[in-house]
């Protein structure tokens, strides 16, 4: 589970060189903006994503960057995903 301030404060202050991308385990994209750290792009694209972060709900922060496995849900959930599925089939292969 992913901090949402401390990504925020990573983007912020460190985003030049890609320390928020390391933060959520993108190595492959904390290099690119540390490679390309001396033209100052990366800076500014990680600002935006930082006040990006800090704008953000804290339940789509924790879904998109926090590892929160959507597999996890409730049984009664998914059961009736289930049982939904095999109505439909059901249905499909009746006619």
Same mark, same amino acid.
């Given at each position: 589970?992913?901090?949402? =301030? %401390? @990504?925020?404060?990573?983007? !912020? ?8 991308? /390391? ?20 800076? =500014? %694209? @990680?600002?935006?994503?930082? !006040?990006?972060?800090?704008f953000?709900?804290?339940?789509? /922060? ?26 439909i089939?059901?249905r499909?292969?009746?006619?």
């Amino acid at each position: 589970m992913k901090n949402k =301030i %401390v @990504a925020c404060l990573l983007a !912020i202050f460190l985003g030049g060189l890609g320390a928020h991308k /390391f933060y959520f385990g993108k190595w492959f994209q904390g290099f690119i903006y540390l490679i390309f750290c001396w033209t100052g792009i990366p800076a =500014i %694209v @990680a600002l935006i994503e930082g !006040i990006y972060y800090f704008f953000m709900n804290d339940d789509d /922060f924790q879904e998109k960057y926090g590892g929160v496995d959507k597999s996890h849900q409730s049984s009664s959930t998914y059961s009736t995903g289930n049982n939904m599925k095999s109505t439909i089939g059901s249905r499909l292969i009746n006619k």
